[in-house]
């Protein structure tokens, strides 16, 4: 159990790790939410990625690429006109922490579960779900992959916040996250519907 464990865990990290645009958009949410709400969000998004991945394997892959391309577009745009409407005072008041903070999470769990469907760390769990005899296990690995690439990217783009915050206009922050939103929505459509990886 623990070497597929550990197999799972090593497979989808690096696989996820190098090159993935959803390491990008969660260091982008951590420039505009707290890392807390970023983590609840994503670890929730990934739990049931990762399930339809253990549970279904492949089939993901097979999803036709038209409709898979339009929910990771619908997604970014979504993201990115909620990070444009978000108000750009750099302290909230403490009777809205709640709510930035669902609210984060929320953006968060959107961002992940909404983009990258059949995407290759739900394949490679999928491969070491047919290949190893207990999925939980491999679910269990294929998350915490996930949460520690989610972590990195949140916790760098939260470090990159009080650095940009304290040298940035907040304008051109936001015009600048909600255009590399765009940029990295269009990429993943593109890679979509081209069935190969861009970058």
């Known amino acids: 159990m623990l070497a597929a464990l550990l197999a799972t865990?090593?497979?989808?990290?690096?696989?996820?790790i190098v090159g993935d645009k959803l390491l990008y958009t969660t260091g982008i949410l951590a420039t505009r939410y707290r890392p807390l709400p970023i983590m609840i969000g994503i670890?929730?998004?990934f739990m049931a990625k990762m399930a339809?991945?253990?549970?279904i394997g492949e089939a993901i892959a097979r999803l036709p690429r038209p409709i898979v391309a339009t929910i990771t577009a619908l997604s970014f745009?979504?993201?990115?006109?909620?990070?444009?409407?978000?108000?750009?005072?750099?302290?909230?008041?403490k009777k809205k922490k709640d709510e930035a903070m669902s609210k984060g999470a929320l953006v968060a769990f959107a961002a992940v579960f909404l983009s990258e469907w059949g995407d290759i760390g739900?394949?490679?769990a999928a491969t070491m779900a047919a290949r190893f005899s207990s999925p939980f296990v491999v679910w269990i690995g294929a998350v915490a992959a996930m949460v520690t690439?989610?972590?990195?990217?949140?916790?760098?783009?939260?470090?990159v916040r009080q650095w940009i915050r304290d040298r940035i206009a907040p304008q051109a922050i936001r015009v600048g996250g909600v255009s590399l939103l765009l940029v990295?929505?269009?990429l993943s459509v593109l890679e979509t519907l081209m069935g190969r990886e861009l970058f």
């Open 9 to 16: 865990y090593a497979a989808v990290f690096l696989a996820e």
């Open 43 to 45: 670890t929730a998004a």
């Open 52 to 55: 339809v991945a253990v549970a």
């Open 77 to 93: 745009i979504g993201i990115a006109w909620t990070l444009w409407r978000k108000p750009m005072k750099p302290d909230e008041p």
């Open 122 to 124: 739900q394949i490679t």
């Open 149 to 159: 690439k989610g972590i990195l990217a949140a916790f760098l783009g939260a470090g």
């Open 184 to 186: 990295l929505g269009t």
